[in-house]
C-alpha cells in the first residue's frame, strides 16, 4: 500500500480477468451470434441488440435503397401483387427515337371546303364576279394598312360580312382572313391575305375589289411595304383614341414614297362614347387633332398638294365592332333618303 496515497500496489484477488474476442465480421453480427445473445439475454436487451445493429454504420457500397430485380418477393412487398415486373438488360428503344414524342401539328391553316354563299341577286352570281374581273375600269385593289390592334382585320370582316352569309359564333370575332393557326392563337395577322369582293358605291354601281389585308406588328412592315407596290390605294385604319402610332406613321411615309393615294378610316368610334364618355365637341376635337396631326405627316414627306379631309371624301368613321361605316356624304345621303325634302 501506498503510503502518500492509500492505494494498494500490486495485483488483488478481486480484479477480473479481461478476456479478448476477436471479431471477424467488423463491427457487425453475424446470425449465430445473434442467436446466441438472444439466448442469454432477456428480451429487454435483445431489442435493444436489434436497434444497435439497425443503427450500425453501413458503407454507401452497401447500402440498398431499392430491391434487387431478382427477389421478386421483396418487389411484390414494394409495388404491389398487381403489378406486373419486367426486367429489361438492353435498351430496346433506338437513340434516333425520343423518349418524349413530341406534338405533331397536321393542320396548318383554315380553309372554305366550299364556296360560302352570298347576298348578291341572282342575276349578280359567280359568273357576274368573274366576268367583272375582264373589265379593268371596275377593278379596284386596295390594301388595308395601319398600326397593331387597330382593326384591319375587323374592317375586312365587317365587309365580308355584308356581301356574304357567314354563321358566326356568339362572342366571337369572325377574323376572316386569319387563315394560320399562328395568327388564330396569337390574335395578330402574321402575313398578307387577299380577298376578292364585289362592292356596291352610295349610287348602288358593283366594283370588283381585290383587298389585301396586311399585318400592323412594327417587325412585318416588310409584308406591309410588298402590299403597298400591289395596290392603287390604300386605306389607312387608325384608332379614334389611339390616333398616330409608331407604325402609322411608317406606313404613312411609306405610301406617300411609293405615291399610293391614301384614304383615312378613323375606327372603333363607339369608344369615344363607351369608354373616354366625351361630349360631342370634345370628340370632335380628338377626331379633328388625329386628322390634323397625319396631315402633318404628309406635308413633312414633302406631299403638299396632298390633303385629308372629310369634305374631300377621303375620311370615313366606323365601328367595326358595330358594323357600321359612313363618310359625310353617305351620312347625309341616309339622312336624305329617311326625311324629304333635303337635297344633297
Excluded at 479481461?18 to 439466448?39: A, C, F
Excluded at 394598312?145 to 370575332?173: A, N, R
Amino acid at each position: 500500500m501506498d503510503e502518500t496515497f492509500g492505494n494498494f500496489i500490486g495485483k488483488t484477488d478481486s480484479d477480473e480477468e479481461v478476456v479478448k474476442v476477436e471479431n471477424t465480421n467488423g463491427p457487425y453480427l453475424n446470425d449465430e451470434d445473434i442467436g446466441l445473445v438472444e439466448e442469454y439475454l432477456s428480451d429487454d436487451e435483445s431489442d435493444d441488440i436489434c436497434t444497435q445493429t439497425q443503427q450500425a454504420v453501413v458503407l454507401h457500397e452497401d447500402k440498398q435503397y431499392y430491391p434487387s430485380a431478382v427477389e421478386f418477393s421483396d418487389v411484390e412487398k414494394v409495388y404491389g401483387p398487381d403489378v406486373e415486373i419486367l426486367v429489361h438488360e438492353e435498351d430496346t428503344q433506338p437513340l434516333s427515337e425520343p423518349i418524349v414524342q413530341p406534338i405533331k401539328v397536321k393542320k396548318f391553316s383554315i380553309e372554305e371546303t366550299e364556296l360560302p354563299t352570298t347576298h348578291y341577286s341572282k342575276e349578280c352570281n359567280l359568273r357576274f364576279m368573274i366576268d367583272l374581273m375582264s373589265l379593268l375600269e371596275f377593278v379596284r385593289n386596295v390594301a388595308l394598312v395601319g398600326h397593331l390592334h387597330h382593326g384591319k382585320t375587323s374592317f375586312l370582316d365587317m365587309l365580308v360580312q355584308e356581301t356574304h352569309d357567314i354563321k358566326m359564333e356568339s362572342k366571337k370575332k369572325l377574323k376572316y382572313s386569319d387563315i394560320h393557326m399562328l395568327e388564330r392563337d396569337r390574335g395578330m395577322s402574321i402575313k398578307v391575305t387577299p380577298m376578292s369582293l364585289v362592292l356596291q358605291n352610295i349610287k348602288g354601281k358593283s366594283f370588283f375589289f381585290n383587298i389585301i389585308d396586311t399585318p400592323g406588328h412594327v417587325n412585318f412592315v416588310d409584308e406591309v411595304a410588298s402590299a403597298i407596290r400591289l395596290v392603287d390605294g390604300v386605306i389607312l385604319i387608325v384608332d379614334a383614341i389611339e390616333g398616330v402610332l409608331v407604325n402609322t406613321e411608317k406606313i404613312i411615309r411609306h405610301a406617300i414614297s411609293e405615291n399610293v393615294p391614301l384614304v383615312l378610316v378613323i375606327n372603333k368610334m363607339d369608344r369615344l362614347i363607351l369608354e373616354l364618355k366625351l361630349p360631342p365637341v370634345d370628340a370632335y376635337f380628338k377626331l379633328r387633332h388625329t386628322i390634323e396631326e397625319i396631315n402633318s405627316i404628309i406635308r413633312s414627306c414633302g406631299a403638299n398638294h396632298y390633303r385629308l379631309s372629310p369634305e374631300k371624301e377621303n375620311v370615313c368613321f366606323a365601328s367595326t365592332d358595330m358594323n357600321w361605316c359612313f363618310s359625310l356624304r353617305s351620312f347625309a345621303k341616309m339622312y336624305a333618303d329617311t326625311y324629304d325634302g333635303v337635297n344633297i
